[in-house]
């Protein structure tokens, strides 16, 4: 159960945070 719970928490989390990472490489770019 642990697994899953951890799955379900954590994929949309490396989502997000590979977003966030990639926003921060345009606005650093753009700026």
């Known amino acids: 159960p642990f ?3 951890d799955v379900s928490y954590y994929s949309p989390l490396c ?6 990472f990639a926003v921060l490489a345009i606005t650093e ?3």
């Not at 989502?15 to 966030?20: A, H």
């Open 15 to 20: 989502l997000v945070v590979g977003f966030g």
């Open 3 to 5: 697994a899953r719970l």
């Open 29 to 31: 770019f753009l700026g």
